[in-house]
């Protein structure tokens, strides 16, 4: 999948290249390039999550498959830890994934915002009389990719408390 996105996204940046050249020749606004960055970034973006995701779920069963070495029965005062890692085995490694795809979504969005707010504060900067909306829309754009980037970011803060809990509370 990461190929694939690294080829939408070079064929994307290519595209909005083209476009803004041809903007400012004067034959009129051609942002198609932008979708195919959008699609890129995101394909790039979900095989990086998937990895990250992995990894984690590796590094989880490495832990386990330590707990599982050692003796803990034979701990004085602990009974039945073995019963609660076969438990623990079962317990998926991230809950809410909704979650986690709308603070994707979020991001993603805030990235389109952001590339979108550049273009049009070029745009309306190579107009004549229209520079005041080119600040405008750089200003209003920057701070609408800010919030929802920072939207994104606090749901995975909250994911990531609550899979911290539920950790803490299992041991």
């Keep these: 999948m990461r190929t694939a996105g ?3 996204l ?5 595209g909005f290249i083209i476009g803004i050249i041809n903007t400012i020749r004067g034959h009129g606004p051609d942002f198609t390039g932008l979708v195919f960055v959008a699609i890129g970034g995101l394909l790039i973006y979900l095989d990086y999550q998937k990895k990250k995701e992995l990894e984690k779920g590796i590094q989880l069963k490495k832990g386990a498959i330590n707990m599982e070495n050692n003796d803990i029965n034979s701990i004085p005062g602990i009974e039945g830890s073995q019963d609660q890692s076969n438990n623990e085995k079962n317990t998926p490694i ?20 952001g ?11 190579s107009e004549k009389g229209m520079q005041i909306f080119g600040l405008v829309s750089l200003i209003v754009g920057g701070l609408l990719a800010l919030g929802l980037a920072a939207i994104s970011e606090s749901i995975k803060v909250f994911l990531d408390i609550e899979y911290n809990t539920r950790k803490a509370s299992e041991k």
């Design 94 to 113: 991230h809950r809410y994934p909704a979650l986690r795809t709308i603070a994707g979504v979020y991001m993603v969005l805030a990235w389109i915002i």
């Design 10 to 14: 070079v064929y994307g940046i290519l």
């Design 115 to 125: 590339i979108v707010a550049i273009i049009t504060t070029f745009y309306f900067l």
């Design 6 to 8: 690294i080829i939408v």
